[in-house]
């Protein structure tokens, strides 16, 4: 049997997604060819990457004037590529640090401008979302972290600017509803929601770009990419093809709407025993807690060994918090049943 998995990443995908791109490395489309060893440039490609581009647009809802791009590089390559393609020449950007992700992100921006970070949470250890603050009105964009993956929080609301507004969206893109036209950017690696390492997904308003005044490298330009239809040099084929089946999984379940509410339960059903149960202490904030990423410790930390051996006897992988938390994380992406969340509350009962 296959084990509970609440790995943060990669993650979980779902188990007819798996099927099919194993298929496929065998046998593509009924080419008698293997996905990986066809051109790119073939019809049946194209095709892969023109439906994998036009089913986030349709499940996010996009108006006109967006274009999808499924880049290399990993979201920690959009830190960089962001403030490059986005600040201008002795330009200003707002980031919100709100974890450990936000704070790289911030770093790679301070190469390019200014920054002003307009609230931080480090302060509490990143337990918390900052409201508080106030957005400078001569900043090139204000960037923020929807869900931070390593603590647990998720942004619940989204300020407005008058600036550009960029998010990485990593680890809960494709979880909730939320008006995606309130943003200009935004940007996700594929492994934690969407399919396997290798492809990151940007998102991007076409009229924010080539503002800048600088030279940009065109591995690094958003416009070039956008001018090759995602194609300028070899795509990561497996991983565009995996997250194009993920999306189609998705829109067959109804959409981000379905997966929302079972994410909803999921999430309760698992917050409600870390209520309910005297060994365990939710981390994050609770008007902050992610949905995705729920992190908790024991209030009695001589019970790890005992707690350990019951969630991996229960066939249970993936719940070691981040190094930099410690504890427990249970990441419940939208592929993980709601079967796999009830064997762990079903586990933190059994402690005693
Ligand atoms: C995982 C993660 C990243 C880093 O992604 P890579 O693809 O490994 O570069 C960045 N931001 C968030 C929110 C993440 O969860």
Sequence with gaps: MKKHNFSAGPCILPQEVLKK?????QN???????????SHRSKDF?????NARSLVKELLNLPDGYSVLFLQGGASMQFLMTSYNLMKVDGKAAYLDTGTWS?????EAKIFGEVAVIASSKDKGYGYIPKDYS???NIDYLHLTSNNTIFGTQLKEFPKTHSLLVCDMSSDIFSRQLDFSQFDLIYAGAQKNMGPAGATLVIVKDEILGKTGRKIPSMLDYQVHLSKDSMFNTPPVFAVYTSMLTLQWLKEKGGISVI?????VKAALLYAEIDANPHFQGFAAKEDRSSMNVTFTLTDESKSKE???LWNEAGINGLKGHRSVGGYRASM???LPIESVQVLVDVMKKLN
């Design 333 to 335: 992406y939208n592929a």
């Design 103 to 107: 704070s790289k992100a911030l770093k």
């Design 46 to 50: 194209v095709e892969v990457m023109e």
């Design 307 to 309: 707690f350990d051996k």
């Design 21 to 25: 791109a194993a298929d496929a490395v």
């Design 135 to 137: 957005i400078p009105n």
């Design 260 to 264: 929302e509410k079972e994410n909803e």
């Design 28 to 38: 593509f489309s009924g080419l008698e060819l293997s996905l990986i060893e066809i």
